[in-house]
């Protein structure tokens, strides 16, 4: 079970949570946690010009942010959600870059095969997208 903590600063929400574990099996269902956390807001979230789910993987910081964004990826919706898995950044600091490129293609994956069986998501007219570094550079998942 995880713990969310709600944050608001300025006009913006994030709900966010930190979590020490580091195994894979773990991680994985803290991140699809994290997306029916995200998907429960959908509702809430969705502007007139919201067009992507966004998915932000920080690997340098093992966070995960996902929100709601435009076709220009610049105007996000007003809640967010941010899991925070600190452990898990000192760990793979100590791996390679090609360690390290390969976590990152798990999350994605991780990310992209949870998606293809919520049935809560595709209530929604919305692109699932990802991207490790920049927004420009997002994928579709």
């Not at 919305?126 to 490790?132: D, E, G, M, Q, R």
């Not at 570094?133 to 994928?139: F, K, L, T, V, Y």
Request: charged residues 20%; proline residues 1%.
């Amino acid at each position: 079970m995880l713990t969310w903590t709600t944050e608001t600063i300025g006009n913006r929400i994030i709900h966010s949570t930190s979590v020490s574990e580091t195994s894979e099996k773990t991680v994985r269902h803290i991140i699809e946690a994290a997306t029916d956390k995200a998907i429960g807001l959908l509702d809430k979230n969705i502007q007139d010009d919201s067009l992507y789910l966004l998915f932000e993987w920080n690997l340098n910081q093992a966070t995960l942010n996902i929100l709601v964004t435009d076709a220009s990826k610049t105007t996000d919706s007003p809640a967010s959600v941010c899991c925070i898995f600190s452990s898990l950044a000192i760990e793979l600091a100590r791996e390679s870059e090609e360690q390290r490129d390969n976590y990152t293609d798990s999350v994605k994956f991780w990310l992209h095969d949870y998606l293809t069986t919520c049935t809560a998501f595709f209530n929604y007219s919305l692109v699932a997208i990802f991207h490790s570094g920049s927004r420009q550079n997002a994928e579709l998942l």
